[in-house]
């Protein structure tokens, strides 16, 4: 019988946790952005939004052709991540720059959308750093999931009801029961009566 | 013609043996001004003036609560002096004496509106009189149906022991719809009271005047068809 | 035989409340305004039903009875009373609770909730009439439930033009798909509950009236005192 339990509220456990668990993954596609804004470039850069297209938009002619030597031959990309990444480190200045011409990127290219977007954008938004968008996109996604599970939750009270209701009815069932045992002791006394005053008139 | 000569006798019988003591109509009238004094003192707003609002409800609440008074009072004479018997032995049809005591009953019932129906309009001020013809039809209309369905719950429970208490509870939930009735039209009559400018809405009390023609109806036809099977001595 | 059928009835009404209720926690979508709390109308409605249904077989089987004097009209309406105040008492309990959660008051003075609750208050004089009323007892009960059964379009018109604040025109034509089902199904439920209970108060009312008659039939017989 433990066993049962066990593997009952494993299984309860899992059903429950499961969707849960399933779920991060899909709704949060670059928490990582928000980690430091003050040293985020790296981050930035990696980000998923748009940093290839805000790139693009700075430094076109140089993104397009392939990074080439001075001997002819193009460098390994493995070659430029190592160096730009020696630079980052490094170069200060560069990082501050590189890191302003990103964001001026990233903004522009924000703009860009909503401009492209519908016209009833709120002009909040155009203004607000992209992180602090996705902060707040995420702190309220966070409360609707929060007061759906609430409002959902509510499920108690309907099945109170229902339970209530239910033992309405049972309480009835019962109540005609002892009615039915209340009567079948008054024939069994009405039939005792009767055989006596008949057994008293003979 | 027989037959509403002897609903005529009925009923003068009962008015002439009520006018010789008057118990009903004294006992039936004061205690409707006590119930309209008593609600006086329950809606009273703070500088000492009641509600408009309530003005209808307090006077139709007068009205029932008298009324069953009156008809538990009404039949428990005839339970005394067992002249119920009398009555049913003598050669006339039941629905005869059945229709004879409604009238009676609702010429008391009539009585103690015409005292009390004045006096809340002087003691709250309403202008009820301003529209008198409505007035009159619906408290008319409002006094049949009350003693006729009131008659029939009483005579069956002529010899009833609890009738005293019996007698509210098993006729109030049938009234309900003329006492709305009733209260909706007088107030749609009293309406705008105190506004110079308002006017009543006649349409209102109208369509409720029609509502309790329709009821007297269909409780009369009831009552007629049912009560020779319901009312057996 | 008969106590088969009873039975077979018994059992297809349990299967049902086990299939309602995967279909109401299951098998329906959240409604849109008021989430998880819509779902007492599926219980609700259906005590509605089965309230006025038991009014009317009461007001029917009163007025049998006093026209055909037989006594077996007169368990059928003593027991449609009494089952008429049960289910009247569950429907004021969750249209109260659906009310609280829809309109966030327990109670309101519009046309239905005032018609029903004067029509449960009638089943309760009803009954109090038929405890308390003496020896006549059978013929008054008999005439309240046949005025009320008659009085009961008179209130719901005389409400209904006086206030209007329940959803008009019930939302029951309008259902779609599987709250349909689930509704209808319920209703089945709750109608089938309804016959099982009032066949069982019926033969309960049934053999008390047989036994009282005994009991008169031997003291006039001068057997018992």
């Avoid at chain 3, 008969?2 to 077979?8: N, P, W």
């Amino acid at each position: 019988m433990r066993r049962l339990y066990t593997i009952l509220s494993a299984g309860a456990v899992l059903g429950l946790a499961g969707p849960a668990v399933a779920q991060n993954p899909g709704d949060t596609p670059a928490p990582a952005a928000q980690a430091d804004p003050a040293t985020g470039s790296s981050n930035r850069a990696r980000s998923s939004q748009s940093p290839a297209g805000g790139l693009a938009a700075v430094s076109g002619e140089d993104a397009a052709a392939a990074p080439a030597r001075a001997d002819g031959g193009t460098i390994p990309p493995a070659e430029l991540k190592s160096a730009c990444e020696r630079a980052l480190r490094d170069d200060a200045e560069w990082r501050e720059a590189l890191g302003r011409q990103l964001t001026g990127a990233l903004l522009a290219s924000l703009d860009q959308r909503v401009d492209d977007a519908e016209p009833d954008q709120p002009a909040k938004k155009r203004k607000l750093e992209p992180w602090v968008e996705q902060l707040s996109t995420e702190i309220e996604r966070k409360i609707h999931q929060r007061e759906n599970r609430a409002i959902q939750r509510n499920n108690n009270h309907v099945i109170m009801a229902y339970a209530a209701l239910w033992a309405l009815v049972l309480g009835f069932v019962v109540f005609m029961w002892n009615r039915q045992r209340a009567l079948k002791a008054e024939i069994a006394q009405l039939q005792l009566e009767v055989e006596e005053a008949a057994a008293d008139d003979e | 013609m027989e037959f509403l000569s002897q609903v005529a006798a009925v009923a003068w019988k009962d008015l002439r043996v009520e006018f010789r003591s008057r118990e009903i109509l004294y006992t039936m009238t004061f205690f409707a001004a006590m119930v309209l004094l008593i609600f006086s003192f329950a809606f009273v707003t703070r500088e000492g003036v009641v509600l408009p609002d309530v003005i209808p409800g307090i006077l139709w609440v007068a009205v029932a609560f008298s009324g069953t008074l009156g008809l538990s009072r009404a039949f428990d004479r005839e339970r005394e002096s067992d002249t119920m018997r009398g009555l049913l032995l003598a050669p006339c049809s039941r629905t005869a004496i059945f229709l004879g005591k409604a009238i009676g009953i609702a010429t008391f019932i009539l009585i103690v509106e015409i005292v009390v129906v004045p006096m809340t309009a002087v003691l709250f001020g309403a202008p009820l009189f301003d529209h008198a013809v409505p007035l009159v039809l619906i408290l008319i209309l409002a006094t049949i149906g009350y003693s006729v369905v009131g008659s029939v719950f009483a005579a069956m429970l002529l010899r009833t022991r609890s009738r005293d208490v019996l007698l509210p509870v098993v006729l109030y939930p049938i009234l309900v719809p003329l006492l709305i009735a009733g209260t909706k039209a007088t107030a749609a009559l009293l309406e705008g009271a105190g506004d110079p400018t308002a006017v009543a809405d006649l349409d209102a009390a109208y369509f409720w005047i029609k509502f309790l023609a329709v009821y007297d109806m269909i409780f009369i036809a009831t009552a007629l068809w049912t009560f020779e099977s319901l009312v057996i001595e | 035989m008969k106590q088969a059928m009873y039975f077979v009835f018994a059992g297809i009404s349990v299967l049902l409340f086990f299939y309602t209720i995967d279909l109401i926690f299951y098998g329906t979508p959240l409604d849109a305004g008021l989430y998880f709390n819509q779902k007492i109308f599926y219980y609700h409605v259906p005590q509605a039903f089965v309230l006025f249904l038991a009014v009317i077989v009461a007001g029917v089987a009163s007025l049998l009875y006093i026209k055909r004097r037989d006594g077996r009209y007169d368990d059928v309406a003593e027991a449609a009373g009494e089952v008429a105040v049960l289910f009247g008492a569950m429907m004021l309990v969750s249209g109260s609770i659906w009310g609280k959660a829809a309109w966030g008051v327990w109670w309101q003075w519009d046309a239905r909730l005032t018609t029903s609750l004067l029509l449960w208050m009638l089943m309760v004089g009803y009954m109090l009439v038929r405890k308390y009323g003496g020896p006549s007892a059978d013929r008054l009960a008999a005439g309240l439930a046949i005025f009320g059964a008659v009085n009961i379009p008179l209130v719901y018109f005389s409400v209904k033009i006086w206030r209007t604040l329940h959803p008009e025109a019930s939302v029951v034509p309008g259902l779609q798909g599987s709250m349909r089902t689930t509704f209808w199904l319920s209703v089945l439920l709750f109608q089938i509950v309804f016959v099982l209970l009032l066949i069982a108060r019926v033969g309960q009312s049934r053999i008390q009236r047989q036994v009282r008659e005994v009991r008169e039939r031997a003291l006039d017989a001068g057997l018992l005192d």
